[in-house]
């Protein structure tokens, strides 16, 4: 498995997850029905398990990918009772270069119906058999990606195993 691919799918886990840890999702809370193209996952819709045995839509996400099978879009709908549909809720863009993914987010707009310009990114670079993390967030008065989180993390090794679980 090639590097970028391997930082590719890191980060598709590492969001995820680092969504549910935020949002306080417990597997055992939800359930999970997952559609594939192949490899390839197109949507997944999640449901609240109420009292061990009903499910209650919550979320859905569309994955999008490229030529070379490269996830470039997750789209975020969530579930509007009173409307019994699912609305367009954040978007996160994957932009691939030498040895470094941005993921970049960006929330739906109801006024303009469309997705906001992003807000929030993060950079995730390969270098030297490290993984390092960056994350900004948009200055709208200067006009400029503001850093807020730097962080060395995983060595090499750690990296291939954590892709191939």
């Known amino acids: 498995m090639n590097s970028m691919k391997t930082l590719g799918l890191i980060l ?3 969001a ?8 306080g999702n417990v597997e055992s809370k939800f359930a999970y029905n997952v559609e594939k193209n192949g490899e390839q996952v197109t949507s997944q819709t999640v449901y609240h398990v ?12 569309e994955f999008h990918y490229d030529a070379a099978n490269r996830l470039t ?4 709908w969530k ?3 009173d409307a019994q549909a699912y609305e367009r809720y954040y978007c996160l ?15 739906w707009n109801e006024k303009t119906h469309a997705f906001d310009a992003a807000k929030e ?24 990606w503001n ?19």
């Open 79 to 81: 579930w509007n009772v």
């Open 121 to 144: 990114k993060a950079v995730y670079q390969l270098e030297a058999g490290n993984v390092n993390y960056f994350a900004f967030e948009w200055n709208r008065h200067l006009q400029d």
């Open 93 to 107: 863009n994957y932009h691939y270069a030498d040895d470094e993914v941005t993921m970049e987010y960006a929330l």
């Open 12 to 14: 598709v886990f590492a």
């Open 147 to 165: 850093l807020m989180v730097s962080h060395d993390t995983w060595a090499a090794q750690e990296v291939q195993l954590l892709a191939e679980k």
């Open 50 to 61: 109420e009292e061990g045995k009903y499910l209650k839509q919550h979320l859905k996400y």
């Open 73 to 76: 879009q997750k789209e975020a």
């Open 16 to 23: 995820s997850n680092l969504v549910n840890v935020l949002a």
